[in-house]
């Protein structure tokens, strides 16, 4: 087993709060020279950007498929997978449970397709930075149908958190793991939310912008980087762990 280092919440330009500049290729490079091994790509409520990333990676750096979902109550819940397919999966029920308004770039931002060139593929038109009406359970229960591992997002934040949403952490919350953004240290983050102690806790960027990626990284003793060995380091199961 070997440390793998971690930031497994970047978005790219297909997010619409994203800096255009956030294309797959220029976010492989980024994470390179910030020596990363493994990056969760998390666009809002969209995975269509993630070959993208991957082809751009060739297996330089392992490039996780992932997607930020938000929840009829407005969490953000980070879905993660290894397969592509799988992600697919959720995208449909993600897309299926959006608003029919379309998105209005002017106010909201563009949501670029792109490729592993940067070349322009097309715009997402649907209103990604909108809730789907699937709620919190009903996002983890499938996403865990579907064998990937679930996130609950910024959990310090006041907006967009379990906790600044609900004002509290269900006791039935069945996520894999917490995530603390940069804002605050993982002591911090325990001493303002104790009740967080009982789960597994990472950090990740969340970057919108080239420079904030690898601005908060999780390190993990792994085999491989993959989903189930990240699983068995959420549970500290033969030797695989997260290293704080």
């Known amino acids: 087993m070997r440390c793998f280092r971690a930031d497994l919440h970047i978005h790219t330009c297909l997010s619409p709060c994203a800096d255009l500049l956030m294309s797959p290729k220029r976010i492989v490079e980024r994470a390179m020279v910030k ?18 990333a991957k082809n751009a990676a060739a297996e330089k750096i392992t490039v996780l498929a992932g997607m930020e979902v938000t929840s009829s109550e407005e969490v953000h819940l980070l879905a993660l997978f290894d397969k592509i397919q799988d992600l ?8 299926a449970g959006l608003p029919t308004d379309e998105n209005k770039e002017k106010v909201f931002g563009e949501q670029i397709i792109c490729n592993e060139f940067d070349e322009v593929l097309g715009y997402n038109k649907r209103l990604l930075i909108s809730a789907t009406n699937l709620t ?3 996002v983890i229960d499938e996403v865990h149908k579907l064998g990937g591992l679930t996130i609950a997002s910024h959990v310090d934040r006041e907006i967009y958190s379990v906790i600044g949403q609900l004002g509290f952490i269900p006791e039935d919350l069945n996520v894999d793991a917490l995530e603390i ?6 002591d911090q983050a325990l ?12 950090t990740s960027s969340d970057a919108h912008f080239l420079q904030d990626i690898g601005k908060a990284t999780t390190s993990f003793l792994l085999e491989e980087p993959t989903i189930e060995e990240i699983r068995m380091a959420f549970k500290n199961e033969e030797g695989r762990m997260i290293i704080i």
Do not use: M
């Open 191 to 202: 001493k303002k939310f104790p009740e967080i102690k009982k789960f597994p806790l990472i």
């Open 35 to 52: 020596k990363l091994d493994i990056i969760g790509i998390c666009d809002h409520n969209s995975a269509e950007n993630i070959q993208a």
């Open 136 to 138: 919190l359970k009903e």
């Open 88 to 95: 697919l999966r959720l995208q449909n029920a993600v897309y």
């Open 181 to 186: 953004s940069p804002n605050n240290s993982r």
